[in-house]
């Protein structure tokens, strides 16, 4: 090959790098415009949901506060019954189970107690009593 012949060749190689580099950068630009204007529209919405959530605090405290007052002024019917009761000289039998907080009792593990108990007649009329809990505890 000729430096004639080298020279064309160089010189059009050049032309489409050149042509190619102008793709690419504009293909970036592009990009890079696109990706602003979502970051953009990303600050917005972000703007405007960090409002909204201001707006729901500050919605939720009052909300709590309305509840707080609530429960302050609740009356349940068997205590403004043993006030009545009180006034007039009789003294209530019992209060209402709602009015007495009670937790549920916790479920035995027959097996568990089975196996603690020791040798002996406890432990077989145990295992009489609750023979198919324990059975299906093993």
């Known amino acids: 090959m ?12 050049l032309s489409a790098l050149t042509a190619e580099r102008d793709e690419l950068r504009t293909a970036i630009e592009a990009s890079a415009v696109k990706e602003a204007k979502d970051f953009e529209s990303t600050l917005a919405k972000n703007a405007e949901l960090n409002t909204a959530l201001e707006t729901l605090g500050v919605e939720k405290q009052g909300l709590l506060a309305k509840i707080a007052e609530l429960q302050a002024n609740t009356v349940t019917a068997s205590v403004e019954a043993a006030k009545i009761a009180a006034s007039v000289g009789v003294s209530p039998v019992e209060l209402s189970p709602s009015d007495v907080s009670v937790e549920a009792a916790a479920p035995v593990n027959h097996l568990q107690h089975f196996l603690s108990l020791p040798m002996g007649a406890e432990r077989s009329s145990y295992f009489a009593k609750y023979k198919n809990e324990i059975v299906r505890g093993i």
């Not at 080298?6 to 190689?13: G, V």
Request: charged share 35%.
């Open 2 to 13: 000729t430096i004639e012949e080298q020279l064309i060749k160089a010189a059009s190689d």
